[in-house]
């Protein structure tokens, strides 16, 4: 698969369709700091506005969370690529690809740099019939820089992360959600999986793993996630990946598991959902347990966003820096 340009950051060249948008997406972690984050922008080219969400989390109780809708579009300097929403920023300024916020309460400046061959590039969705998207890539990819939160400032020197582009027509009531995974192990084994439920009922998969340079479209994976009594907060999830349909040994399966940092709802007109980042593990082929990083998206729709969400725990529907008092015991996974 071919490598990605500088060009391949920026805008492209939008249809003619009224609800024609554009987004970038970043998720990351880093262990050591126990900091992490989700970011959003996008712009509808058509309709000269823009949205964004953002939430950054130390450890898990101190989190920031910001989402805003119908946001003049900004048109980045001369020499990058890239767009941005508000105060945040995905660009590639010539030399880094970045990622920045700016508010009083929480500051983002850092450098992204692609884990090489983690590449799923495609058009018309890659199969899927919800027309959420019609070209779309995904990276994972590692972070360094500094973040401050509530004016402590944190340094970021190994983070991994994953994150995506995609460009075409966006139509969130064709969908009744959607739940993906994203677990990022280095150069070692990396994996993007995407679950949608279409509006006719019909289950759509789609994956792509990459272990050890070798890279494997699959469909047969089963994705489950334990929730808080919200019935929207996760604190676990379990993917389940089968690879006996693949040149792999009979019976294989992999097993990865995801303990969830924190994460934030998120609204994007008629799509909300959770969005979060953990600590993803798995048993490698000599039995060592590997740890990583994850990403993951919980989308429900069925009503097409004509009702609001009233209540998430841990505060994680109102926008600024809070300090939240949970017992830890409410996010130990159950076994």
Known sequence: MADLTIEDEGLHAAGTEHNWQESAVVAWRDFDADIGGNHRVAVWHNQ??????????????????LNLEHQPRIDMPAGTHGFGCGPQRIFHDGKNLRLQLDTPECQVDLIIDDVKGSTEKFDDAGGISAPTYRNHYNMHCRLHGTVVLNGVRHDVKNALGWR??????????AKLGHRSFHGNFGEKLNFHLLTVLTTTGKLERRGF??????TMDINTFTTRMELLEDGVT???????????????PA????????????????????MRGFFGVGDCYYVDKNGKRERGFCNIEITNNPRFGDRDLTMAIGNTLTNGFHQIDIADWMYQPLD
């Open 234 to 248: 996760p604190v676990k999830a379990t993917c389940h990946v089968f690879l006996e349909n693949i040149d792999t």
């Open 164 to 173: 995506d582009h995609s460009w075409g027509p966006r139509d969130y009531t």
């Open 209 to 214: 793993l990459v272990r050890d340079g070798v």
């Open 48 to 65: 000269n506005y823009s949205n964004l969400w953002c939430g950054v989390y130390h450890q898990r109780d101190k989190i920031y969370r």
């Open 251 to 270: 019976g294989e399966k992999l097993v990865f598991t995801c303990e969830v940092q924190k994460g934030v709802m998120s609204q994007v007109l008629q």
